[in-house]
């Protein structure tokens, strides 16, 4: 029922920057968190970033913080991913994520029963 559907990947020099999209579509949709979640080949998939959209308030994985920015827009919906001086480190197949409902947490896989497709990142050095 729920589809979210990526786009904005690519790639680009480290201290560069890129902006990920996101849009949810359905018919009857509501999300309390919206998150970006990143997979790198041979690791485990790892949180990013979230939103709760109630409120906007947002949550970032220490790796990211101060360089990454999680938005959103009520329209259509969508969220957004702005990430700046990026590292190499940062390569990976970005995922969005979308929970219709709160347990106590955000920032697990197991948290969102939603996922995008995925769209691959990739920084250079």
């Known amino acids: 029922q729920v589809q979210l559907v990526e786009s904005g990947g690519g790639l680009v020099q480290a201290g560069g920057s890129l902006r990920l999209s996101c849009t949810a579509s359905?018919?009857?949709?509501?999300?309390?968190?919206m998150a970006w979640f990143r997979q790198a080949p041979g690791k485990d998939r790892e949180y990013v970033a979230a939103i709760r959209w109630s409120n906007a308030n947002t949550y970032y994985a220490d790796s990211v913080k101060g360089r990454f920015t999680i938005s959103r827009d009520n329209a259509k919906p969508t969220v957004y991913l702005q990430m700046n001086r990026l590292k190499p480190e940062d390569t990976a197949v970005y995922y969005c994520a979308a929970t219709s409902w709160y347990r106590g947490s955000y920032d697990r896989t197991s948290d969102y029963s939603y996922w995008g497709q995925g769209t691959q990142v990739t920084v250079s050095s």
């Open positions: 359905a018919s009857t949709f509501s999300s309390n968190f």
